[in-house]
């Protein structure tokens, strides 16, 4: 009656390492796949901050080019919103009339965002057509 009890309970040492070994090298696998997909989702956060602030900035320079002044985007509040971002707005005139027949011109407005923690960098680029201010009107 020994020996049955024995047989069914008993695991010997390598029974019992072999099945530490698989268990283990299952829960490294899941814990490496969980950082795996937090870096991505971190990247992905980011993305889309950067986009958004992007979007802000761009959107504040075409209005303010359009309305004749210069680029005033309120810093204050979007540092609140994005404060581990930084950026920087250009705006750009081209000389050069669309058209022979039209009084517009064309403005670049360039904003290059960065992140400061992990130093991606995002870039987007709008044209603006504005009338000239040297409007030739009509003759008499």
Request: hydrophobic residues 45%; contains cysteine; charged residues 20%.
């Amino acid at each position: 009656m020994g020996n049955d009890v024995k047989g069914v309970l008993g695991f010997t040492l390598i029974e019992l390492l072999v099945t530490v070994v698989i268990l283990s090298t299952g829960i490294v696998l899941i814990l490496q796949a969980f950082q795996t997909s937090m870096v991505a989702l971190a990247e992905s956060r980011d993305s889309m901050r950067s986009a958004a602030l992007s979007h802000a900035l761009v959107v504040q320079g075409e209005l303010d080019v359009r309305s004749g002044g210069s680029i005033g985007v309120d810093d204050s509040a979007l540092e609140t919103l994005y404060p581990d971002y930084r950026w920087r707005v250009d705006t750009r005139a081209n000389s050069d009339l669309v058209c022979t027949n039209s009084s517009t011109i064309q403005h670049e407005v360039v904003v290059m965002v960065q992140h400061e923690v992990t130093g991606r960098e995002a870039e987007v680029a709008s044209w603006v057509q504005v009338k000239s201010q040297e409007d030739p009107g009509v003759g008499p």
